[in-house]
């Protein structure tokens, strides 16, 4: 093949040291299929490339060409990288090119906007009170306009601050009022503890959603009909699972809200001999990596699989649903059960394939909806005529597939809730 001795030794692609996290990238791109990046800016192997590729600028000196690269990177490589982690679980060696970018955001993140961190993690109350005054705002000034109108002129607005501006949809949620958690105790044995994530306590159901409850409102009915008594945690108004800050690289913040919800939730729970339900997938998830396993904590697919099964009485409903399992639950193992109880809910499950992430990523499809719309590319051609209400479990993911499908994605506990009474 080569009359080189030395061919092996020379002219090796050059892989600089760039971080501990991705270092051992071969660029092999087994990620690539599943970044919902893919098609319109960058991969995790172009990533990673990339990076390395500015490491070997920084060596060079090359300040002007370095800064240039920066500034594209910026939205190729960061802004529109969902950090949803799924790369991880088709790498041969597990890396996590989201842990990587949210590494990045905590790096390039300046003084200012680390104090306001501080201060939302400090004061979070207050903060989600302001988010659920402005949902409500947004949703009265629709009511005014109209939707069509709304849509022109938040499409107006988006274009006019060059995309400064979060994009506005009809599948906006509508803001709740402060909610009073009041413990439902009939001494009938079975107890959990439920957290109602902020997300949830701040964000209620679109205008077009099928269920207009509040999601711990159906949570509370599904419990309540399989017998269980339920307790929440003290202070709830302040507390969080810190995925909202470590999604945006404030490290510090995320253990500071992780540490204090585990705190109160080892006590309400009597450390781990209550289990403890999470009606957000990604929430559970977030915390699962950061606590010791003795606290049972589940989200709302695997605790109505594993424990609510047999305690309610299922009648199929007559209708085609679809199903969307987010990032999270196909982490933890869960897309076999929440197949198995979609369909033991309704007679026909739609789970389209080659949908991964959904690309909404928090907040981020609010401020990059082409990264959302890209991530569910060929979803809608998936969906069945008569598939009409679909499902997942997480709040802002909802908002993604609901505007891209035209039809309303809500929890899958509304599903079950519906189809089920007392067993």
Same mark, same amino acid.
């Given at each position: 093949i080569n009359d080189n001795p030395h061919a092996h030794l020379e002219n090796l692609k050059p892989m600089p040291a760039v971080h501990e996290i991705i270092d051992r990238c071969i660029e092999c791109g087994f990620c690539e299929p599943v970044c919902p990046s893919r098609t319109i800016t960058s991969t995790p192997r172009q990533r990673i490339a990339l990076q390395r590729h500015m490491a070997r600028l920084k060596h060079s000196r090359d300040d002007e060409l370095m800064k240039k690269f920066w500034e594209h990177y910026t939205y190729f490589g960061e802004e529109t990288c969902a950090a949803d982690g799924l790369c991880a679980t088709v790498c041969p060696v597990a890396i996590d090119t989201g842990k990587f970018t949210k590494s +990045? @955001?905590? &790096? @390039?993140?300046?003084? @200012? $906007? @680390?104090? %306001? $961190?501080? =201060? %939302? $993690?400090?004061?979070?109350?207050s903060s989600m009170a302001a988010v659920r005054r402005g949902l409500k705002l947004v949703d009265a000034v629709r009511g005014v306009l109209g939707e069509k109108l709304m849509t022109q002129l938040a499409e107006s607005f988006r274009e006019m601050s060059g995309g400064r501006i979060p994009l506005w949809n009809? =599948?906006?949620?509508k803001g709740l009022p402060q909610a009073t958690f009041t413990p439902t105790v009939k001494g009938k044995g079975r107890k959990v503890v439920y957290f109602p994530s902020c997300v949830v306590r701040s964000m209620g159901p679109a205008r077009d959603d099928p269920d207009q409850r509040a999601l711990y409102e159906a949570t509370l009915s599904v419990l309540n009909k399989a017998g269980y008594d339920v307790v929440y945690p003290e202070g709830? #108004? &302040? +507390? !969080? !699972?810190? +995925?909202?800050? &470590? #999604?945006k690289g404030f490290f510090e913040q995320a253990d500071k809200k992780a540490a204090e919800l585990e705190r109160e939730l080892r006590r309400v729970s009597g450390n781990g001999e209550i289990p403890v339900l999470f009606d957000t997938s990604p929430c559970l998830y977030a915390m699962r990596c950061k606590i010791e396993p003795d606290l049972r904590i589940y989200e709302p697919v695997e605790f109505i699989h594993d424990h609510l099964m047999d305690k309610l009485r299922f009648t199929k409903l007559d209708k085609s649903v679809a199903i969307h399992v987010t990032c999270s639950s196909v982490k933890m193992g869960l897309a076999g059960k929440f197949k198995a109880l979609a369909e033991a809910c309704a007679e026909k499950v739609v789970a389209p394939r080659n949908i991964h992430c959904c690309g909404f990523a928090g907040d981020r499809g609010f401020n990059f909806p082409e990264l959302n719309e890209a991530a569910l590319d060929g979803l809608t051609e998936q969906l069945p005529p008569e598939v009409t209400w679909g499902f997942s479990n997480s709040r802002t993911c909802e908002i993604g597939l609901s505007g891209n499908t035209g039809i309303p994605y809500q929890s899958i506990v509304y599903l079950v809730d519906k189809c089920t009474v007392a067993g």
């Open positions: +990045l @955001r905590g &790096e @390039r993140s300046s003084p @200012r $906007a @680390r104090k %306001v $961190a501080s =201060w %939302v $993690a400090t004061n979070y109350g009809k =599948w906006m949620p709830m #108004s &302040e +507390l !969080c !699972c810190g +995925l909202t800050f &470590e #999604s």
